[in-house]
């Protein structure tokens, strides 16, 4: 492996390593890798399965008071070379980071905060996110595989949570609006769980 430039002042390495014709980059970082987790005990089959759990999803990371907009809020994690995602399932809804150093703790944290709390379901992203939404639709209608998945288990599990697309239909998302999403929105006793993991696996500064 050889090196190709050490950023000493932000404890970045980066080494190149030829695998026939083409040429891969590590980044290696020096510092505590660790992901953070907000799991609410909520979810598609809780919400009664129209699709708006994972509307909240979309939304409650599409801006807030502090950070207006998408873009903003990828800014800050990009930056610091961060990354958040969030999911739904039929019984949970979840906010995820990964991040390079736990002096990021704080920041990491204050995000949860501003998604949880101080989301502003601005009426533009709304519109925005739920054309998104009905794009993954349409994905899924193209790929027969999962199309055939939902219609065999709503044969074998009928009303239960195995038969369900998060996601909703265009029909039920249409008619969504902010003050149902604002309804659905989980309040602090619906916190199931929180987590922080760290790892070491990439913790060794880059050689020099």
């Known amino acids: 492996m050889k090196i190709l430039k050490n950023f000493p002042n932000v404890g970045v390495g980066v080494q190149t390593d030829r695998v026939g014709k083409i040429d891969l980059l590590h980044f290696k970082k020096t510092g505590e890798p660790f992901s953070l987790g907000l799991i609410f005990d909520?979810?598609?089959?809780?919400?009664?399965?129209?699709?708006?759990?994972?509307?909240?999803?979309h939304m409650l990371i599409s801006g807030t008071e502090k950070y207006k907009t998408k873009k903003e809020l990828a800014d800050e994690f990009d930056k610091r070379g961060c990354y958040k995602n969030a999911w739904t399932g039929p019984y949970s809804l979840a906010l995820t980071q990964d991040?390079?150093?736990?002096?990021?703790?704080?920041?990491?944290?204050?995000?949860?905060?501003?998604?949880?709390?101080?989301?502003?379901?601005?009426?533009?992203?709304?519109?925005n996110e739920r054309k998104v939404i009905f794009d993954e639709i349409s994905m899924t209608?193209?790929?027969?595989?999962k199309t055939s998945y939902y219609s065999?288990?709503?044969?074998?599990f009928p009303?239960?949570?195995?038969?369900?697309?998060?996601?909703?239909?265009?029909?039920?998302?249409?008619?969504?609006?902010?003050?149902?999403?604002?309804?659905?929105?989980?309040?602090?006793?619906?916190?199931?769980?929180?987590?922080?993991?760290?790892t070491t696996l990439y913790n060794q500064p880059a050689k020099s």
Do not use: C
């Not at 736990?102 to 709304?126: C, K, P, R, T, Y």
């Not at 209608?141 to 595989?145: I, W």
């Not at 065999?152 to 074998?156: A, E, P």
């Open 42 to 57: 909520f979810g598609a089959f809780v919400e009664g399965r129209k699709g708006s759990a994972h509307f909240l999803e």
């Open 99 to 127: 991040n390079n150093d736990l002096e990021d703790l704080d920041f990491s944290l204050g995000m949860l905060d501003q998604f949880v709390f101080h989301s502003i379901f601005d009426s533009a992203a709304m519109e």
């Open 141 to 145: 209608e193209k790929e027969k595989g």
């Open 152 to 156: 065999f288990m709503k044969v074998l």
């Open 159 to 198: 009303a239960t949570a195995f038969e369900i697309d998060v996601k909703g239909t265009r029909e039920s998302l249409a008619g969504i609006t902010k003050a149902d999403l604002l309804a659905t929105r989980p309040r602090p006793q619906l916190f199931w769980k929180i987590y922080l993991n760290t």
